[in-house]
């Protein structure tokens, strides 16, 4: 815990977190068009009687300043809490619903001050409040953001195997208000789509008792919605998640929330993945901060009919629609429940995972407007055969990721080579960290001919010797910073060219400690070839990166008062 505290005070405070005002929007248009749909259906009444229903039963109001239906039991003005703030604030600042709805009862407490700070950001413009300012209020909600693993996809795991693992027991357990918490540190390890259907699962079950109570024992039933509301909108917000591009390529672990998954996060939000869902969507994600923003759609157009009128994204609006389809499936469990049918929903879920797919994707339609996670079986889904080849290779991974890890993240490179000129020359072994500081990615719409730049520091620790063959007799401690240039050939391929500037200290055996240099130039031929050999199972792509020069350098090595040697070495990118 001590190592992980100062971790969180090392590392820039830009978290993994979503931007809070992105899952207040979606959520509370969600539920707004949901609201819509329920007053339209009159299975509650007209208008007016579905208004009167949830201010009666449920302490809820419409704000038509504010357009949205405030949660009266959980709200001290100025702050207006809905649906769409319980989304927001889901996760990223509470562990758990009864967790959250306890600190929004306490007028003065930290959720409070800090929904009001978002609501102050949004009065400028602004997404979400500073991460900063909200660490120094909450300091958990730094923790949240490097433990809770469970704001992403598995990367390179398939849809069924991420929906594996949903475990039953969980939702019977969070029937009793005693399990939440150990049901939810459990939680955390899971992945989005595993904890989206989690809580729904919950929120239908409370939905379906609410509505079996209702004419037994009224204030049971109004309470029981209550909590499905409170766990539909936990559920949503990983629902959201799903959209934010970063959200979909960080391996989940601990040691990689720490080195280089918040980096990789940031960049993918920022530069878009093409994506697709099981109902024949494509369109480019984009991340926390960026979600509604435009992508030129307009370029596809040949009319200004076509034009969009809402000015949302694809991204957005689908995000919009899957969150409506959730909280309209939790009003659909309790109306029917209350009209007579039986509680069935929990006794429904297949004992066997194996069949855990095919349920869920039958009963949770927001399931089928979410992103594919990579490295899917599209033959299990029903895709038109023309665009299922395409789609395949789309799925398969994200194009170059192995080599954009490098270099927008914390990374290891070993290196090694030999003296460049002299056959029985000296060897270097070494070991190199780096972290990229400033980058400049070009997004264009095609990326032919496009030139992306990148700027890093790091530092190294080399052994070697001065004769081929003989003991080790040189130690190199060196720091530095370094360029990388990428010239794109093609929309898939480019060449990446680097430079290095390292200085520091050699000892070598009876000469002692000298101040050397070491400048180097490079090229990275991989991306050029299409080998993304990161990709590859490790037992290949290692020996293989190994074997074979994707990466070449010559370097000369400065030492005060000697001749300069130069080697020529080979760079392996450790990527995670």
């Known amino acids: 815990m001590k190592l992980l505290f100062i971790t969180i005070l090392l590392f820039p405070i830009t978290l993994f977190a979503g931007k809070y005002g992105e899952h207040r929007e979606i959520g509370n248009r969600g539920f707004n068009l949901a609201m819509q749909n329920l007053i339209f259906s009159h299975t509650l009444g007209d208008s007016l009687d579905v208004l009167k229903f949830f201010q009666d039963n449920l302490g809820i109001t ?82 949240l953001a490097v433990v809770d693993e469970s704001h992403f996809y598995d990367y390179g795991r398939s849809f069924e195997a991420q929906i594996r693992d ?29 904890k989206y259907i989690t809580l729904h699962s919950v929120a239908i079950d409370f939905a379906e008792y609410a509505g079996y109570y209702f004419d037994k024992d009224i204030s049971r039933s109004n309470k029981l919605l209550h909590y499905a509301l409170l766990y539909s909108a936990f559920a949503d917000h990983y629902l959201q998640d799903a959209f934010a591009a970063g959200h979909l390529a960080v391996h989940r ?33 984009f991340g926390d901060g960026r979600m509604d923003q435009g992508t030129k759609e307009w370029r596809e157009h040949d009319t200004y009919d ?46 066997y995972k194996s069949e855990y797919q ?16 990579y490295n899917s079986n599209l033959d299990d889904y029903d895709f038109d055969p023309q665009e299922l080849p395409k789609l395949k290779k789309q799925n398969k991974v994200i194009p170059n990721r192995s080599h954009m890890v490098p270099r927008v993240a914390n990374a290891f490179a070993l290196i090694y080579g030999r003296n460049a000129f002299a056959s029985n020359g000296g060897m270097r072994l070494g070991l190199r960290f780096h972290t990229t500081k400033w980058y400049s990615y070009n997004d264009a719409y095609h990326k032919k001919g496009s030139i992306d730049q990148w700027f890093e520091y790091n530092i190294s620790f080399l052994i070697g010797t001065s004769v081929w063959g003989e003991e080790i007799d040189t130690y190199q401690y060196l720091a530095g910073v370094g360029y990388k ?45 299409g080998i993304d050999y990161a990709e590859l199972p490790w037992w290949i792509g290692v020996p293989l990166n190994i074997l074979l020069p994707f990466q070449l350098t010559i370097q000369a090595d400065y030492v005060w008062n000697q001749e300069p040697v130069y080697y020529i070495t080979r760079v392996v990118d450790l990527v995670y």
């Open 62 to 143: 419409y704000d038509t300043i504010a357009n949205k239906y405030v949660i009266n039991s959980v709200t001290f003005p100025p702050n207006l809490i809905a649906y769409g703030e319980l989304t927001g604030l889901s996760g990223d600042h509470s562990t758990d619903p009864l967790s959250l709805e306890e600190s929004l009862r306490y007028e003065f407490s930290k959720v409070n001050k800090i929904v009001r700070m978002h609501d102050k950001a949004k009065e400028d413009f602004g997404v979400a409040a500073d991460d900063v300012e909200i660490f120094n209020i909450d300091f958990t909600y730094g923790l």
């Open 166 to 194: 949903v475990q039953k027991k969980h939702i019977r357990l969070l029937e009793l208000p005693k399990n939440v918490e150990q049901v939810f540190d459990e939680l955390e390890k899971t992945n989005s789509i595993a």
């Open 253 to 285: 672990t601990i040691f990689g929330a720490v080195i280089d998954n918040k980096q990789i996060h940031d960049f993918y939000n920022e530069a878009g993945l093409k994506v697709f869902n099981l109902r024949g969507d494509e369109w480019i994600s």
């Open 306 to 351: 076509d034009l969009p009128s809402d000015n949302l994204t694809e991204n957005y609006r689908l995000a919009i629609e899957a969150t409506k389809i959730s909280v309209e499936e939790v009003f659909a469990s309790y109306i029917k429940s209350r009209s007579g049918d039986e509680i069935s929903f929990f006794e429904s879920i297949p004992r």
């Open 358 to 373: 095919e349920f869920f994707l039958d009963n949770f339609e927001a399931l089928s407007i979410i992103p594919v996670p």
């Open 485 to 529: 240039l990428d010239w794109w050939v093609s929309s898939s391929r480019f060449i990446g060219i680097f430079l290095f500037n390292d200085v520091g200290l050699q000892h070598k055996t009876g000469l002692g400690d000298r101040v050397m240099a070491s400048p180097k130039l490079g090229i990275d031929i991989a991306p050029l070839l």
